[in-house]
């Protein structure tokens, strides 16, 4: 959008916003003049945010960035929210035991979504603060099985439905995951690897389910759905064998996607870990394993940040692994000391993944996924925050100035350490803001006040 379209369409929202406001105002009585303070100042802060956005239009040109450009680019790319973020990994299945898979939610706060209109309630008012198109991931155990117990081995697309009418109705894209843990098969930390055929196979079945579902999410809402199967198998303690546990799975996956689907519909992503909750000292699904079997089979590899080693990021891997996998699929995390899932933060870790997405995109694709489950504050918040930081960052690697490839390409390694610093401090914030008021979202952090609101209104009762 030019900027001067931006500007009307600025002022025309500020016009609507005082008229309403003034309407309300009339009902319930309050003096005429605060509806114009009101006006007053939502004018003046629209203004003062245009000026700002100029501003910054002007400072990047000088740099040779075209902010437009930049804003037109992150507006086409969605970020997957993680529907698990909502009710700390619970699903609505009709038993459901311990978490279990090396996974752990920790904080009680109020307000877990407790069926799929709570959290598809909770999930409205997140993207209703988050500016573009999104899409969601969901659990298996996050179908509608209408209180019967439906076991894994038995999932079908219809269990989804209200799901995809929900997604059509929105305009929004699904992604999907077999859930290989919180189940009795899966208890004693083996699955596509057991050693018992009988446990092997019920889980090829779930996983082969799954991506006919996400196959049914891709026809449906015309966007192909990415299907990612992560399983918690290991060893708490050193292993006898490390490589059996290894062929078994590898003949478990070739026969989960042994029938070919269309890509326009179903896309496979296998997720590697280092380790896990219980399984400390061996992982079957390594980074090795996987990197291997989605070469050789041509599949998506899931990169989830917190599955690596503390001090190893995921964002040196992309222009590796994208030179032989046909796409990357990552897990938006942050492990703090360990795979944690805490909270997407504005770290430099992020700001290098969201640098590495923005340099490799038209190279293959890579599909943005949220992975992190924190329940010890509000979850609608914490959707927003993550996912907010995610989009800050690659607005932040779109508005990167040319000057740094350029200093690098001419051998100038001082300048681009100098640029590469200076960049930190341009003013893209106020680029932030300005996408955000072009998406009809809140600036800044008044997003929160609605957040706030939301919580008095409908989490606060959910006891
Ligand atoms: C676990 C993996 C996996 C899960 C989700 C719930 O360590 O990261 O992606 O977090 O499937
Ligand atoms: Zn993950």
């Not at 795979?339 to 190279?363: G, K, N, P």
């Not at 600036?443 to 006040?449: H, V």
């Amino acid at each position: 959008m030019k900027i001067e379209k931006w500007l009307f369409v600025i002022c025309r929202s500020v016009r609507e916003q005082g008229a309403s406001h003034e309407a309300h105002s009339s009902q319930n009585e309050v003096e005429p003049s605060s509806a114009a303070r009101f006006n007053a100042r939502t004018m003046s802060s629209a203004k003062s945010l245009e000026r700002s956005f100029r501003l910054a239009i002007e400072r990047y040109g000088q740099l040779g960035v075209n902010v437009d450009r930049a804003l037109r680019a992150l507006s086409r790319m969605p970020v997957s929210l993680h529907c698990w973020q909502g009710d700390d990994v619970q699903g609505f299945e009709r038993s459901r035991g311990e978490l279990g898979g090396g996974l752990a939610v920790t904080g009680n706060y109020p307000g877990r979504a407790r069926t799929p209109d709570e959290l598809r309630r909770d999930l409205d008012q997140a993207l209703a603060l988050i500016p573009g198109r999104h899409r969601l991931s969901l659990h298996a155990c996050y179908g509608e099985f209408g209180g019967r117990a439906i076991d894994r081995d038995a999932i079908e697309p219809r269990h989804f439905r209200d799901w995809i009418a929900w997604a059509k109705e929105r305009g929004l894209g699904l992604d999907f995951n077999p859930t290989c843990f919180g189940h009795p098969k899966a208890a004693d930390g083996f699955t596509l690897s057991h050693r018992i055929r009988g446990i092997r196979d019920f889980w090829i079945e779930h996983c082969r389910r799954s991506r006919e579902i996400g196959a049914a999410m891709g026809r449906a809402l015309r966007t192909p759905c990415v299907t990612n199967v992560w399983i918690p198998d290991g060893f708490k303690d050193s292993p006898a064998d490390r490589h059996a546990p290894r062929e078994r799975l590898i003949e478990a996956l070739d026969s989960v996607f042994a029938r070919r689907l269309s890509p326009q519909q179903n896309v496979d992503a296998v997720e590697s870990k280092l380790f896990g909750l219980g399984a400390e000292s061996y992982t079957v699904g390594s980074h090795e394993f996987y990197l291997g079997y989605a070469v050789s089979r041509g599949k998506v590899l899931c990169l989830d940040a917190g599955h690596f080693h503390p001090t190893e990021s995921i964002a040196d891997k992309l222009s590796s692994v994208l030179l032989y996998v046909p796409g990357v699929l990552l897990h938006v995390s942050r492990g703090v000391r360990w795979d944690s899932d805490h909270v997407v933060t504005f770290s430099d870790e992020l700001q290098a993944i969201a640098r590495e997405v923005v340099a490799m995109r038209a190279t293959a694709p890579v599909h943005l996924g949220l992975d992190y489950f924190d329940a010890s504050i509000n979850r609608v918040a914490a959707w927003i925050i993550g996912t907010r930081n995610l989009l800050r960052a690659l607005l932040l690697a779109l508005l990167e100035p040319p000057g740094i490839r350029a200093a690098e390409r001419a051998g100038d390694f001082t300048a681009r350490l100098a640029l590469q610093e200076e960049a930190r401090s341009l003013p893209w914030g106020a680029v932030w803001d300005r996408y955000c008021e072009s998406q009809n979202v809140p600036t800044g952090e008044s997003w929160l006040s609605d957040v706030r609101d939301y919580e008095r209104a409908v989490l606060s009762r959910r006891v």
